[in-house]
């Protein structure tokens, strides 16, 4: 989105800007959390954050997932019944740049995970494929808009 306004030298000038909106997530109709997003995608990002807080496991029948742009909501609807209220009471809120939330055993289950290093070896570079074809979009549209995006943000952010 383009915006217009003024420089420091009283000048009118347009700036382009990401425009985030806010989006609430609804698990089985008990609202989980309202986050911000650019808007692509929002039923991908609801599944993507639930599994990342261990809302929904991989076994879980995601049987809906409806998104309302003008109430700016996304439910998702699973066969199992599910009832994280006690889960959402405690939130940490983790640094960086998005100032993200977490919530309740997320942060315990880090201890008890062990990654098996026997026989385990790479090199940096095969990471580094990994993580370009991880995160280059698939179609043209996609990628024309996250290297506009990724402009836009190294004038913002430090990445």
């Known amino acids: 989105q383009t915006v217009t306004g003024i420089d420091q030298e009283g000048r009118r000038v347009e700036a382009a800007i990401v425009h985030e909106r806010p989006l609430t997530l609804f698990l089985n109709g008990q609202e989980i959390v309202t986050m911000m997003t650019i808007g692509d995608y929002p039923d991908y990002l609801a599944i993507g954050y639930l599994l990342n807080q ?3 496991r991989a076994d879980d029948e995601i049987v809906a997932v409806e998104h309302d742009e003008d109430l700016q909501l996304v439910i998702v609807r699973t066969a199992r019944a599910t009832d994280y209220e006690a889960k959402l009471k405690k939130k940490v809120r983790t640094s960086g740049c998005a100032q993200g939330t977490v919530f309740g055993d997320l942060m315990e289950s880090f201890s008890s995970v062990r990654l098996d290093t026997d026989g385990v070896s790479f090199w940096v570079e095969s990471v580094e494929d990994l993580l370009a074809t991880l995160t280059v979009p698939r179609r043209a549209k996609d990628r ?3 290297v506009r995006l990724r402009a ?8």
């Open 54 to 56: 261990n809302m929904l």
């Open 144 to 146: 024309e808009r996250v």
């Open 152 to 159: 836009i943000q190294r004038g913002v952010r430090a990445d």
